[in-house]
């Protein structure tokens, strides 16, 4: 579970500093129009950098926290096995569609160094240096739901349903609101902390 933890907090980390420095860039772009009437024609095609990266990584973090939207108006009202293999189907077909964007984010990668590609804007931005930073994001999400197919398939062959549910199922509405309760309790501790 530390494991865990820490990839969740270095990826946390990572799409944050990708929208700290976006927020910086804006800021300059912003002032910079306001008071000195320039522009970096820029800022647009940097926020679809980041966002594209953000999103590759924010796809990592939420199936490590497990808030990928699930359709599961049905799913407790289910027998329990099928609950259990709803959810290790769930993640098996998550990760194989992962491996499939990557797959297939390396064949456009590949185009654009053919045609030499570059961005619309100002900069002409080669578009193989942003898609490899899209590439790398779309590959840790590909590992990161591949280990976890292979932990569900694991607990499923053990017959562990319980693990199976707490690991890949739907969160309930009762885990949700205690996550939120101990963030909040977190956050007033280290309030009083700085105070």
Do not use: C, M
């Given at each position: 579970m530390a494991m865990k933890a820490r990839i969740e907090q270095l990826l946390g980390t990572l799409f944050g500093l990708v929208f700290l420095g976006l927020a910086g860039v804006v800021t300059v772009e912003t002032v910079s129009r306001k008071?000195?009437?320039?522009?970096?024609?820029?800022?647009?095609?940097?926020?679809?950098?980041?966002?594209?990266?953000?999103?590759?990584?924010?796809?990592?973090?939420?199936?490590?926290?497990?808030?990928?939207?699930r359709v599961d108006v049905f799913h407790d009202r289910l027998p329990r096995p099928v609950q259990v293999v709803l959810n290790w189907l769930s993640v098996v077909s998550?990760?194989?569609?992962?491996?499939?964007?990557?797959?297939?984010?390396?064949?456009?990668?590949?185009?654009?160094?053919?045609?030499q590609s570059v961005a619309q804007t100002p900069w002409a931005t080669p578009l193989v240096y942003p898609q490899t930073a899209w590439l790398i994001g779309l590959i840790v999400f590909g590992v990161v739901a591949l280990f976890s197919a292979l932990r569900a398939t694991a607990l499923l062959l053990r017959g562990d349903a319980?693990?199976?549910?707490?690991?890949?199922?739907?969160?309930?509405?009762?885990?949700?609101?205690?996550?939120?309760?101990e963030d909040l309790k977190a956050r007033g501790t280290a309030a009083e902390v700085t105070r």
């Open positions: 008071l000195f009437n320039v522009s970096l024609q820029g800022a647009d095609e940097l926020g679809g950098y980041a966002l594209a990266v953000g999103a590759t990584l924010g796809f990592s973090l939420a199936l490590l926290g497990r808030a990928h939207i998550l990760a194989a569609l992962a491996l499939l964007l990557a797959y297939l984010a390396w064949f456009v990668i590949q185009d654009s160094r053919a045609y319980a693990a199976l549910a707490r690991d890949y199922g739907p969160r309930s509405t009762k885990e949700e609101v205690d996550e939120e309760l």
